[in-house]
């Protein structure tokens, strides 16, 4: 069964930079893996970030989240990460990573991000 787990969030200022991974348990990644991050804030739908393709490290990301957010991978560690500088307020969220095989996705359980101004 693959799990992937989020850590790193937590709580920030305004204008801090953060970067949870995501990490997978009992499974290592093969090369048509492709690892996205999404968040949601309160009361909001869940959004997508962009994605990385594990294999060639290509990365897509949503157009409103140009910018500010990079995803990389590190194949030793078998960890993907999402660095988020200049965060702000409406970062708030919980930031999911999902792990894509074939056509099957796995969700982890989120990690908060809370941005204080």
């Not at 709580?11 to 991974?21: E, F, K, N, R, Y």
């Not at 990301?61 to 999402?82: K, P, Q, V």
Request: charged residues 15%; neutral net charge; aromatic residues 12%.
């Amino acid at each position: 069964q693959v799990q992937p787990a989020e850590s790193g969030g937590g709580v920030v200022q305004a204008g801090d930079s953060l970067t949870p991974s995501c990490s997978v348990s009992g499974v290592t990644f093969v090369g048509d893996d492709m690892v996205a991050w999404y968040r949601q804030a309160p009361g909001k739908k869940r959004e997508v970030i962009g994605a990385i393709t594990w294999d060639a490290g290509s990365r897509h990301y949503a157009d409103s989240m140009r910018g500010r957010f990079t995803i990389y991978r590190n194949y030793h560690e078998n960890r993907a990460w999402l660095h988020m500088t200049g965060l702000n307020p409406g970062d708030t969220a919980i930031y999911y990573c999902n792990i894509q095989r074939g056509d099957v996705v796995y969700w982890g359980q989120g990690t908060q991000v809370t941005v204080s101004s």
